[in-house]
T-cell receptor
Framework: GQQVMQIPQYQHVQEGEDFTTYCNSS?????IQWYKQRPGGHPVFLIQ?????EVKKQKRLTFQFGEAKKNSSLHITATQTTDVGTYFC????????????FGKGTRLSVIA | NAGVMQNPRHLVRRRGQEARLRCSPM?????VYWYRQLPEEGLKFMVY????????ESGMPKERFSAEFPKEGPSILRIQQVVRGDSAAYFC???????????FGDGTRLSIL
């Protein structure tokens, strides 16, 4: 079945450094969604990308969808302690009724 | 608050007992999803339901687990004869349709003694 892989699994950065997490799908995606889960919290939807090569920004966060619609990235500029959490990407499978397949997430730690 | 409501937030059961987890979707949402998450791991899809229908239960164990989303009332995830390995956080999410982003509840932390 479809697989959604994220790297790295963990990332530790100094406050102020940049951070990037990458998401790769084994198949072409119709869209890619990103979620953030704070420690002890629940996943919160951040953004959805639909078009090939699409780039969207939310303040210090930049999201990209690859030209082939099989990969995506999330880049955070000048990390802050409030960025701590696990970032998940998710995409719909090409077959079956399951709406989304989630990656295992990248856990970000920010050292003040 | 019109968000996804899950209860209880924490549930403790002894081995062999039954666990019932409830989820009320966001207002206007008719699609409900259940996920399981072990500590420091990702989200594992369990089941996708619409009102009175199970759309996809490919992630649900064949035995002891069941889910429903009745015409009236919340969605229920039921675990019979719980075992230690059922200890996890169970998240419910809802959406307006199957292609829309999902909104998650706070989860139910299930602990099995």
């Amino acid at each position: 079945g479809q697989q959604v892989m994220q790297i790295p699994q963990y990332q530790h950065v100094q406050e102020g450094e940049d951070f990037t997490t990458y998401c790769n799908s084994s198949t072409t995606l119709s869209n890619i969604q990103w979620y953030k889960q704070r420690p002890g919290g629940h996943p919160v939807f951040l953004i959805q990308l639909v078009k090939s090569g699409e780039v969207k920004k939310q303040k210090r966060l930049t999201f990209q969808f690859g030209e082939a619609k099989k990969n995506s990235s999330l880049h955070i500029t000048a990390t802050q302690t409030t960025d701590v959490g696990t970032y998940f990407c998710a995409g719909p499978p090409n077959s079956g009724n399951t709406p989304l397949v989630f990656g295992k997430g990248t856990r970000l730690s920010v050292i003040a | 608050n019109a968000g996804v409501m899950q209860n209880p937030r924490h549930l403790v059961r002894r081995r062999g007992q039954e666990a019932r987890l409830r989820c009320s979707p966001m207002k206007g949402h008719s699609h409900v999803y259940w996920y399981r998450q072990l500590p420091e791991e990702g989200l594992k899809f369990m089941v996708y339901l619409q009102k009175e229908n199970i759309i996809d239960e490919s992630g649900m164990p064949k035995e002891r687990f069941s889910a429903e989303f009745p015409k009236e009332g919340p969605s229920i995830l039921r675990i019979q004869q719980v075992v230690r390995g059922d200890s996890a956080a169970y998240f419910c999410a809802s959406s307006a349709n199957g292609n829309q982003p999902q909104h998650f509840g706070d989860g139910t932390r299930l602990s099995i003694l």
